[in-house]
């Protein structure tokens, strides 16, 4: 599995938006690039994922470059609600383990 | 949507114990898995599971065992607890096989272990 290095905390103000950048330079052909977030208490759930270019849903954007050695989580307007740890993973098909690693924790302010 | 249970929030026992984590999904997932969480180490997959009475092992299984008796259930088993392996507990399942796919998680067990 490919490893990913990503920042271990930022900060933010409401109503700024975030972007998060994921390392992943050894990513492979079959790779997807998938995100997570995990609120205090709670288990982690999906965000967005992707495979390459731009993908956007209600919650995120994803935005890869054509090496897809990086990933960027864009969080348009974060709200204190949005005070999470964020995981960068990659994977393929094949029945592989999913490695979460530490994650980044967002902390937003008033 | 898919529910993801797991029997308890909080759970305290004694070193020695042994200690049973269920969890129960409801939506015909082909694939379980049980995770440790604890302050700066992030997830660790402790056991998974592709198929009923199949089980695999993660990144740390000593100390731990599981039981895959029915699709929607998967146990996480420690046989005689001790003080290391106080932390928080996640089951999780996804449909197919693959790290691509979507895992849906449980809200957690937090375990004590005194």
């Known amino acids: 599995l490919a490893k990913t290095t990503q920042p271990i905390s930022m900060d933010s103000y409401e109503g700024q938006e975030v972007n998060i950048t994921c390392s992943h330079n050894?990513?492979?052909?079959?790779?997807?690039i998938t995100w997570y977030q995990q609120f205090p208490s709670q288990g982690p759930r999906f965000i967005i994922q992707?495979?390459?270019t731009k993908v956007t849903n209600e919650v995120a954007s994803l935005f890869i470059p054509a090496d897809r050695k990086s990933s960027t989580l864009s969080l348009p307007r974060v709200s204190l609600s949005d005070t999470a740890v964020y995981y960068c993973?990659?994977?393929?098909?094949?029945?592989?383990?999913?490695?979460f690693g530490t994650g980044t924790r967002l902390l937003v302010s008033p | 949507d898919v529910k993801v249970t797991q029997s308890s929030r909080y759970l305290v026992k004694r070193t020695g114990e042994k200690v049973f984590l269920e969890c129960v999904q409801d939506?015909?997932?082909?694939?379980m898995f049980w995770y440790r969480q604890d302050p700066g180490l992030g997830l660790r997959l402790i056991y998974f599971?592709?198929?009923?009475?199949?089980?695999e092992k993660g990144d740390i299984p000593e100390g731990y065992s599981v039981s895959r008796e029915k699709k929607e259930r998967f146990s996480l088993i420690l046989e005689s607890a001790s003080t290391n392996q106080t932390s928080m507990y996640l089951c999780?399942?996804?449909?197919?096989?693959?790290?691509?796919?979507?895992?849906?998680f449980g809200p957690g067990t937090r375990l004590l272990v005194l």
């Open positions: 999780a399942s996804s449909l197919n096989p693959g790290s691509q796919e979507t895992q849906y």
């Open positions: 599971s592709y198929d009923v009475k199949m089980k």
């Open positions: 993973l990659v994977g393929d098909t094949g029945f592989q383990k999913l490695v």
């Open positions: 050894n990513i492979a052909t079959n790779d997807y």
């Open positions: 992707g495979y390459k």
């Open positions: 939506m015909d997932h082909e694939n």
